[in-house]
C-alpha cells in the first residue's frame, strides 16, 4: 500500500461530526416542541443539567452528539411550517385541544410567579445580569422577560474572562415557573432508593461492591437530584457565569485567593491538674452548610466599607485583632501573615456578628472591595432537605450502603463545584468557598455555644472536629442526626496533682 492509499484509507475511516445548530436553536426547538429538559435528559441517558449545559453552548461528542443532532433534526422537521397552500383553498380549522393534547408552551409571563412579582417605583440592578429591572421577584429585582436580562447573552470571550483553557459560558437565569405537584414532589428522595436497590441487586447483594459503584457515580446523581429537587423554585441555577481572576487558581496546582477560615486551633494553656477530654464529632457539617447566602448571578464588583445583606459573595477585608485566643479560635482560623485578604460571605457575616453589640468580642472588619450579588439562604435548601431526609431513613434503618451514597453525593458536590474535571455540569468555585467556610462558621459558633454554657474549649478542627472538658451532654444532644454531635475519642490530660501529705513528709534520716 503506498503512503497516498494509506492516507486516503484513514480518512474513509474517519465519521464526520454530526452538525448541531447554534445554542439558543437548540433550546428555542425543544420549547416549541413543548418538552421539558427532563424528557430530553431521559431519552437521550444524560441529566437535565447536561441538556441546560449543550442549551448554553456545550457540545456534546461521540454517539450522544450524533443522538442530539438527530433528535434535533427531527423537532426542526416536526416543527416546519406547512407548506403554502393555493389561494383558493381554505386553511383548515386547528385541531381542539383535548386532554391528550398538548398546548403550546406558554411566555415567560405565563410561567413566572406572578403572586411574587411586584412593579418597582425605580429601577433597580438585576440580579442576575446587573442592567436596571421593573419589577422584583419575591423581593429581588429582576427582568421578567428573558430576552431583556443580559444573563442570557453569551459572554464575550476575553483574556480576563478565560482561565486554563476555561471560557465562560453563555447563561440561562430567569425565574422557574411554577407547576403542579407530581409523584416525585411527595418522595424526591425516591431515586436515591431506587438507586440504591439497583446497585444492590446488581452486584447480587455484595454491599461492599454496591457501595463503591454508588459512590462513583455519586456526582451525577448529585446533579439529578439537585435538578428534580429546583423544579418549581423562584430561581434557576446559573451554572457557569463570569468568575473574577480572585476565585482563579493561581496556577495549575495552587488555589485562587480565597480565604476559608478553616480552624486549626489548640487552646495553649489548660487549667492545673488531670483534665477527661471528649472529641465531638459534628455530623453532616458540609450538608448543614448548604443552608447559606449563596449570590443568584454574576458577581459585580464594588469598593468601600459597607455590606449589604441582601447580597453575597467575597470580600477584601483587613481583618480586626483577635484578644481571646486563650479560650476561642480565631474566626478568621489560623493565618500567619498580616495584612488584608479575601474572605467569604459567611466569614464577614460572623465577624460582623461578634463585633455587634451582642458579643462585642472585636472590631469591625473593614471591608475594602467586595464582589457579590443579590442572594437567598434557600436556594439549596430542598436539596439539602431530601439528602438529610434520605440520610436520616438509612441511619433509622442501619442501611450503611445508603449513608455512604448519601455522603458522597452531598461531599463531593461541594467539592466539585470549582475547577474540577469531575462535575463539568456546574462551574461555581464562589458556591464552594461559600459553602466551605458556612461549615467552619457552624464549627466556630459551636466553640463558642461550647464556652458560653460553662465547657472548657480545648480543640477545634475543620469542619467536624470539637474537644471539650466538661458536662457536654446538657449543652448538645447525643446521636447521628445532622443537628446532634456523637463521640469521637476521650483521652486525658495534663498532670495528677501531688498528695499534699506526701509532699509535706520529710526524710528523718
Same mark, same amino acid.
Given at each position: 500500500?503506498?503512503? &497516498?492509499?494509506? =492516507?486516503?484509507?484513514?480518512?474513509?475511516?474517519?465519521?464526520?461530526?454530526?452538525?448541531?445548530?447554534?445554542?439558543?436553536?437548540?433550546?428555542?426547538?425543544?420549547?416549541?416542541?413543548?418538552?421539558?429538559?427532563?424528557?430530553?435528559?431521559?431519552?437521550?441517558?444524560?441529566?437535565?443539567?447536561?441538556?441546560?449545559?449543550?442549551?448554553?453552548?456545550?457540545?456534546?461528542?461521540?454517539?450522544?452528539?450524533?443522538?442530539?443532532?438527530?433528535?434535533?433534526?427531527?423537532?426542526?422537521?416536526?416543527?416546519?411550517?406547512?407548506?403554502?397552500?393555493?389561494?383558493?383553498?381554505?386553511?383548515?380549522?386547528?385541531?381542539?385541544?383535548?386532554?391528550?393534547?398538548?398546548?403550546?408552551?406558554?411566555?415567560?409571563?405565563?410561567?413566572?410567579?406572578?403572586?411574587?412579582?411586584?412593579?418597582?417605583?425605580?429601577?433597580?440592578?438585576?440580579?442576575?445580569?446587573?442592567?436596571?429591572?421593573?419589577?422584583?421577584?419575591?423581593?429581588?429585582?429582576?427582568?421578567?422577560?428573558?430576552?431583556?436580562?443580559?444573563?442570557?447573552?453569551?459572554? @464575550?470571550?476575553?483574556?480576563?474572562?478565560?482561565?486554563?483553557?476555561?471560557?465562560?459560558?453563555?447563561?440561562?437565569?430567569?425565574?422557574?415557573?411554577?407547576?403542579?405537584?407530581?409523584?416525585?414532589?411527595?418522595?424526591?428522595?425516591?431515586?436515591?432508593?431506587?438507586?440504591?436497590?439497583?446497585?444492590?441487586?446488581? +452486584?447480587?447483594?455484595?454491599?461492599?461492591?454496591?457501595?463503591?459503584?454508588?459512590?462513583?457515580?455519586? =456526582?451525577?446523581?448529585?446533579?439529578?437530584?439537585?435538578?428534580?429537587?429546583?423544579?418549581?423554585?423562584?430561581?434557576?441555577?446559573?451554572?457557569?457565569?463570569?468568575?473574577?481572576? =480572585?476565585?482563579?487558581?493561581?496556577?495549575?496546582?495552587?488555589?485562587?485567593?480565597?480565604?476559608?477560615?478553616?480552624?486549626?486551633?489548640?487552646?495553649?494553656?489548660?487549667?492545673?491538674?488531670? +483534665?477527661?477530654?471528649?472529641?465531638?464529632?459534628?455530623?453532616?457539617?458540609?450538608?448543614?452548610?448548604?443552608?447559606? +447566602?449563596?449570590?443568584?448571578?454574576?458577581?459585580?464588583?464594588?469598593?468601600?466599607?459597607?455590606?449589604?445583606?441582601?447580597?453575597?459573595?467575597?470580600?477584601?477585608?483587613?481583618?480586626?485583632?483577635?484578644?481571646?485566643?486563650?479560650?476561642?479560635?480565631?474566626?478568621?482560623?489560623?493565618?500567619?501573615?498580616?495584612?488584608?485578604?479575601?474572605?467569604?460571605?459567611?466569614?464577614?457575616?460572623?465577624?460582623?456578628?461578634?463585633?455587634?453589640?451582642?458579643?462585642?468580642?472585636?472590631?469591625? @472588619?473593614?471591608?475594602?472591595?467586595? &464582589?457579590?450579588?443579590?442572594?437567598?439562604?434557600?436556594?439549596?435548601?430542598?436539596?439539602?432537605?431530601?439528602?438529610?431526609?434520605?440520610?436520616?431513613?438509612?441511619?433509622?434503618?442501619?442501611?450503611?450502603?445508603?449513608?455512604?451514597?448519601?455522603?458522597?453525593?452531598?461531599?463531593? &458536590?461541594?467539592?466539585?463545584?470549582?475547577?474540577?474535571?469531575?462535575?463539568?455540569?456546574?462551574?461555581?468555585?464562589?458556591?464552594?468557598?461559600?459553602?466551605?467556610?458556612?461549615?467552619?462558621?457552624?464549627?466556630?459558633?459551636?466553640?463558642?455555644?461550647? +464556652?458560653?454554657?460553662?465547657?472548657?474549649?480545648?480543640?477545634?478542627?475543620?469542619?467536624?472536629?470539637?474537644?471539650?472538658?466538661?458536662?457536654?451532654?446538657?449543652? &448538645?444532644?447525643?446521636?447521628?442526626?445532622?443537628?446532634?454531635?456523637?463521640?469521637?475519642?476521650?483521652?486525658?490530660?495534663?498532670?495528677?496533682?501531688?498528695?499534699?501529705?506526701?509532699?509535706?513528709?520529710?526524710?528523718?534520716?
Amino acid at each position: 500500500m503506498s503512503d &497516498f492509499d494509506a =492516507i486516503d484509507s484513514l480518512l474513509a475511516s474517519l465519521t464526520p461530526q454530526s452538525a448541531l445548530p447554534e445554542a439558543r436553536v437548540r433550546r428555542g426547538l425543544r420549547e416549541r416542541a413543548g418538552l421539558s429538559k427532563a424528557q430530553l435528559a431521559r431519552t437521550l441517558g444524560v441529566s437535565p443539567s447536561t441538556v441546560t449545559g449543550w442549551e448554553t453552548g456545550r457540545d456534546p461528542s461521540g454517539e450522544l452528539r450524533t443522538k442530539y443532532a438527530y433528535l434535533l433534526d427531527g423537532l426542526a422537521a416536526k416543527l416546519a411550517p406547512p407548506a403554502p397552500q393555493p389561494a383558493d383553498e381554505a386553511p383548515a380549522p386547528p385541531p381542539a385541544l383535548d386532554e391528550n393534547t398538548t398546548s403550546p408552551a406558554p411566555g415567560p409571563a405565563a410561567d413566572d410567579d406572578m403572586d411574587d412579582v411586584e412593579a418597582l417605583a425605580a429601577p433597580e440592578p438585576c440580579v442576575l445580569c446587573g442592567q436596571p429591572a421593573r419589577h422584583q421577584v419575591a423581593g429581588f429585582p429582576q427582568h421578567l422577560d428573558p430576552a431583556q436580562c443580559a444573563s442570557t447573552a453569551p459572554v @464575550p470571550d476575553t483574556p480576563a474572562k478565560r482561565s486554563e483553557g476555561r471560557t465562560a459560558k453563555p447563561v440561562k437565569a430567569v425565574p422557574a415557573g411554577r407547576r403542579a405537584p407530581t409523584a416525585s414532589d411527595a418522595d424526591p428522595s425516591g431515586p436515591t432508593a431506587a438507586a440504591v436497590a439497583e446497585a444492590l441487586e446488581a +452486584h447480587e447483594g455484595d454491599v461492599e461492591a454496591a457501595t463503591a459503584a454508588l459512590v462513583k457515580r455519586a =456526582i451525577p446523581d448529585a446533579m439529578a437530584l439537585l435538578d428534580e429537587t429546583r423544579r418549581g423554585g423562584r430561581y434557576a441555577v446559573v451554572a457557569h457565569p463570569w468568575i473574577p481572576d =480572585i476565585l482563579r487558581k493561581q496556577s495549575a496546582r495552587g488555589a485562587d485567593q480565597i480565604w476559608e477560615a478553616r480552624p486549626k486551633w489548640s487552646r495553649p494553656e489548660l487549667p492545673a491538674g488531670r +483534665h477527661e477530654v471528649t472529641a465531638l464529632d459534628i455530623n453532616g457539617a458540609y450538608l448543614s452548610a448548604l443552608k447559606t +447566602h449563596l449570590p443568584l448571578g454574576q458577581l459585580e464588583h464594588t469598593t468601600g466599607n459597607m455590606h449589604d445583606r441582601r447580597r453575597a459573595g467575597v470580600h477584601l477585608i483587613n481583618p480586626p485583632a483577635w484578644e481571646h485566643g486563650a479560650y476561642l479560635p480565631n474566626p478568621i482560623g489560623n493565618r500567619d501573615e498580616p495584612g488584608p485578604l479575601w474572605v467569604t460571605e459567611p466569614t464577614l457575616r460572623l465577624l460582623l456578628r461578634l463585633s455587634g453589640p451582642k458579643y462585642g468580642l472585636c472590631e469591625p @472588619p473593614e471591608i475594602h472591595e467586595s &464582589f457579590t450579588s443579590g442572594a437567598t439562604e434557600s436556594l439549596l435548601e430542598k436539596f439539602r432537605i431530601t439528602l438529610k431526609d434520605a440520610r436520616d431513613t438509612a441511619i433509622a434503618a442501619d442501611d450503611e450502603v445508603t449513608l455512604e451514597y448519601v455522603k458522597a453525593m452531598y461531599s463531593k &458536590f461541594v467539592s466539585t463545584m470549582g475547577e474540577s474535571n469531575y462535575n463539568r455540569e456546574l462551574y461555581r468555585p464562589d458556591w464552594m468557598h461559600l459553602i466551605r467556610s458556612q461549615a467552619f462558621a457552624n464549627l466556630w459558633a459551636k466553640a463558642l455555644k461550647a +464556652h458560653d454554657a460553662g465547657l472548657t474549649v480545648v480543640r477545634v478542627m475543620g469542619t467536624d472536629e470539637l474537644h471539650v472538658v466538661g458536662d457536654w451532654r446538657r449543652v &448538645f444532644p447525643e446521636g447521628r442526626g445532622v443537628s446532634e454531635v456523637k463521640v469521637k475519642d476521650v483521652y486525658a490530660v495534663g498532670a495528677e496533682p501531688a498528695d499534699p501529705a506526701a509532699a509535706g513528709q520529710t526524710d528523718e534520716n
